[in-house]
């Protein structure tokens, strides 16, 4: 059963654009979520997070927005760069099980220069 | 300041075998957790460790198992391999219990093989 589901294996961008990654999530008792990047060879490294009593939370080019009616959670980087081509993972968490992070399949971005 | 370290960075062992994988965590940080990351998949957690106890565990067979040291170092220990263990093993460290629980930092992994 896979709780949180990112159904874009890959997107593509020209540099300047806006990125729009997206994640959908089934167990409504998340209630703290977070995009992780990955570049090869490297572990995730965290960029953005929010909670559920949040809809939106902004970081520099970085804005993630959350529908908890819908289940739904996009990842928006404007403008996108070039060093931001890589995998992203959204993940989420439960009050009582802070530690335990589940992820989605993640999502590859590459931005074209 | 230092991140999260792992060893070996690569590993490979043979159907049957045991291995031990190790983690150090981030400076400061005393809760380690381990993944495992299947190729083309998003990491699944095995279990969490917090004052040299498994505090959470995934859905893992009992072959995997782990400890954690008074540094907070820990170990992943992995008995009877399968070919299906073959994945990149992501230890990720963390501050517990606040809410900086959430926000875990990864270290570069450690890519096991099993042939």
């Known amino acids: 059963d896979q709780q949180v589901k990112q159904n874009s294996p890959s997107l593509s961008v020209q540099e300047g654009r806006i990125s729009i990654l997206n994640c959908d999530y089934t167990n409504s008792m998340f209630d703290y979520f977070l995009w992780y990047k990955k570049y090869p060879a490297e572990g995730p490294t965290f960029l953005i997070s929010?909670?559920?009593?949040?809809d939106k939370n902004e970081d520099g080019r970085f804005t993630v927005f959350l529908n908890k009616s819908a289940k739904h959670l996009s990842l928006h980087i404007v403008p996108s760069q070039p060093g931001d081509s890589a995998v992203y993972f959204c993940a989420a968490s439960t009050a009582g099980n802070t530690g335990k992070l589940i992820f989605g399949q993640g999502t590859t971005l590459q931005v074209k220069p | 300041d230092a991140g999260v370290t792992q060893s070996p960075t690569h590993l490979i062992k043979t159907r049957g075998q045991q291995v031990t994988l190790r983690c150090s965590p981030k400076s400061g940080h005393d809760t380690v957790s381990w993944y495992q990351q299947a190729l083309g998949q998003g990491p699944q957690f095995i279990f969490q460790?917090?004052?040299?106890?498994?505090?959470q565990r995934g859905n893992f067979p009992d072959r995997f198992s782990g400890h954690q040291f008074p540094n907070y170092s820990s170990e992943l220990n992995v008995n009877a391999l399968l070919l299906g263990d073959s994945a990149l093993y992501l230890c990720?460290?963390?501050?517990?219990?606040?809410?900086?629980?959430?926000?875990?930092?990864f270290g570069p992994g450690t890519r096991l093989t099993v042939t």
């Open positions: 990720a460290s963390s501050l517990a219990p606040t809410l900086a629980d959430y926000e875990q930092y």
């Open positions: 929010i909670s559920s009593i949040k």
């Open positions: 460790y917090y004052e040299e106890e498994e505090r």
